[in-house]
Nanobody, 120 residues
C-alpha cells in the first residue's frame, strides 16, 4: 500500500524557514520522481518543485526560485522541501506527490498534505 506522509508544516513569521519532509512507503522510492505541490485557500493546486528519481535533476516554480530547495534521501525513502525567506503568499497546504513506472504504466499518488502558514 502506497503511503506518503508529510510533516514539518506550521506557523512561521515572514522571513522565516521551514523544512518539509515526505516519508514514502509501499513502492520502490529510488525509481520514483517526486514533487511538492501547494494549494492556497480559494486557489488551484500548483506545482512548486520537482526532483528526479536519482536526485540529479530538480526544478522549482519561478515564484519560489532561490528560496525553496527540493532534495531527497533514497536511503531513507524521504523527500524534503527546504523553504527559506518565507512570505505570506507561501501560505498553503503543501502536498507531496510521487510518479513511478509499473508494468502497466505510470502510477501517481498524493500525500494528505501539511499546512504552512506564514504570518506575523
Amino acid at each position: 500500500q502506497v503511503q506518503l506522509v508529510e510533516s514539518g508544516g506550521g506557523l512561521v513569521q515572514p522571513g522565516g524557514s521551514l523544512r518539509l519532509s515526505c516519508a514514502a512507503s509501499g513502492f520502490t522510492f529510488s525509481i520514483a520522481a517526486m514533487a511538492w505541490y501547494r494549494q492556497a485557500p480559494g486557489k488551484q493546486r500548483e506545482a512548486v518543485a520537482f526532483i528526479s528519481s536519482s536526485g540529479g535533476a530538480t526544478s522549482t516554480v519561478d515564484s519560489v526560485k532561490g528560496r525553496f530547495t527540493i532534495s531527497r534521501d533514497n536511503a531513507k525513502n524521504t523527500v524534503y522541501l527546504q523553504m527559506n525567506s518565507l512570505k505570506p503568499e507561501d501560505t498553503a497546504v503543501y502536498y507531496c506527490k510521487t510518479t513511478y513506472p509499473t508494468p502497466r504504466g505510470l502510477n501517481e499518488h498524493w500525500g494528505q498534505g501539511t499546512q504552512v502558514t506564514v504570518s506575523s
